[in-house]
């Protein structure tokens, strides 16, 4: 069955990094569109970044770009999640999700989620 797996979330200073992690297993890895979604304290859960599946394309909400880049490794079957300028804004959980068609910039179109990886930053 799909199983993802993020790691890498902890507790930093505003303006810090961090840098997420998400193994996956079950599927064929490399035929899928990855994303990287977020959900804060009494808010919606919302796409933060999304990438084909050859990690040529890549897609990013307006409030982290220029500050967080998604990548993958077809060969580990992971995927990455760099969070550079981190804000108090960006406290939330974040999960790692599987892209259900081929293009990773619909939120629509994801069809399983990890159990998430929380993210603290204090200002």
């Known amino acids: 069955q799909v199983q993802l797996v993020e790691s890498g979330g902890g507790s930093v200073q505003a303006g810090g990094s961090l840098r997420l992690s998400c193994a996956a297993s079950?599927?064929?890895?490399?035929?899928?569109?990855m994303g990287w979604f977020r959900q804060a304290p009494g808010k919606e859960r919302e796409f933060v970044a999304g990438?084909?599946?050859?990690?040529?394309?890549?897609y990013y909400a307006d409030s982290v770009k220029g500050r967080f880049t998604i990548s993958r490794d077809n060969a580990r079957i992971t995927v990455y999640l760099q969070m550079n300028s981190l804000k108090a804004e960006d406290t939330a959980v974040y999960y790692c999700?599987?892209?259900?068609?081929?293009?990773?910039?619909?939120?629509?179109?994801?069809?399983?989620w990890g159990q998430g990886t929380q993210v603290t930053v204090s200002s």
């Open positions: 999700a599987r892209g259900a068609g081929s293009d990773a910039s619909k939120p629509a179109m994801y069809d399983y």
């Open positions: 079950g599927f064929v890895f490399s035929l899928y569109p």
């Open positions: 990438i084909s599946w050859s990690g040529g394309s890549t």
